[in-house]
């Protein structure tokens, strides 16, 4: 067996070198249930969380969203970096709401516009989006739970030996955006004043943020952002001019 294989599937959680059982079952050649059994019935063997513990649903679903250097803002954390391999895993969602505004050009020829054939379209557009993120954070290496100043944006769990972690509420931020819009496309003339529309539009937002919130959400600390996002959309559907 490789050593470099073994060394990829050892990762660090709560401060401890560990390995994922389905993974240590491949190493072996064997199921995971098996694996499982075989724990189960030498269980005297692997008491305490020295030897095996449970991850929670936010630290497996937790992976880095950026690689390199993540900018803290709304507050200075010495020693904490966010990034490929230090600090905290992220698992979130991101859920955005546009009204807007659009204008649209046709390229034809003449007065009068063409039916049963394709009809090129650029539009342009202003709108308000509602970004609504919500955070997952997960203290994969245990350095943020020695901050004094998070622990009101978590649970403190204490481990068998003593040593304690914060298990962060899951954490809801909504942020305000003027939008721009672009589309791109052709429309179809099926009557008069009836079109059937095909395209792609772009969505431009200037910033979401993420934040942690306390227990009853009364509190927030901003704790990262994501600067000009770009969403595209296919559009399909009518049109009526009058």
Same mark, same amino acid.
């Given at each position: ?10 990762? #660090?959680?709560? /401060? ?100 049963? *054939? ?24 245990? $350095? ?18 003593? %040593? ?15 939008? /721009? ?10 009557? $008069? ?7 792609? +539009? ?7 943020? !993420?934040?942690? %919130? ?5 509190? *927030?600390? #901003? !704790? ?14 009518? +049109?009526?001019?009058?």
């Amino acid at each position: 067996m490789e050593l470099q294989v073994v060394n990829n599937k050892i990762y #660090e959680i709560r /401060g401890r070198r560990v390995m994922l059982d389905f993974e240590l079952a491949q190493l072996y050649g064997i199921q995971t249930r098996v694996l499982k059994q075989a724990v189960r019935r030498n269980i005297e063997r692997f008491e305490g969380e020295d030897f095996m513990f449970e991850l929670t649903e936010s630290e497996y679903n937790s992976a880095p969203m950026f690689e390199g250097d993540l900018e803290l803002i709304g507050g200075d954390i010495t020693g904490v970096v966010l990034g490929g391999i230090q600090s905290g895993g992220v698992n979130s969602t991101v859920s955005t709401n546009v009204i807007s505004a659009m204008a649209f050009y046709d390229f034809f020829e003449g007065y009068q516009k063409p039916l049963n *054939q394709f009809i090129p379209y650029i539009g342009f557009g202003l709108g308000y989006a509602d970004v609504t993120t919500v955070l997952n954070l997960a203290d994969l290496y245990g $350095d943020l739970s020695r901050d004094l100043d998070l622990t009101n944006y978590g649970e403190l769990v204490e481990l068998a030996d003593g %040593s304690t972690y914060t298990v962060f509420y899951t954490s809801e931020k909504n942020t305000a955006n003027i939008a /721009g819009l672009l589309a791109l496309g052709f429309s179809y003339g099926v009557a $008069d004043g009836v079109y059937l529309d095909g395209g792609v +539009r772009f969505t431009y937002v200037p910033q979401i943020k !993420w934040a942690l %919130s306390n227990a009853d959400e009364s509190k *927030q600390r #901003e !704790w990262f952002e994501a600067k000009n996002i770009f969403y595209t959309n296919i559009m399909l559907g009518l +049109r009526f001019e009058f």
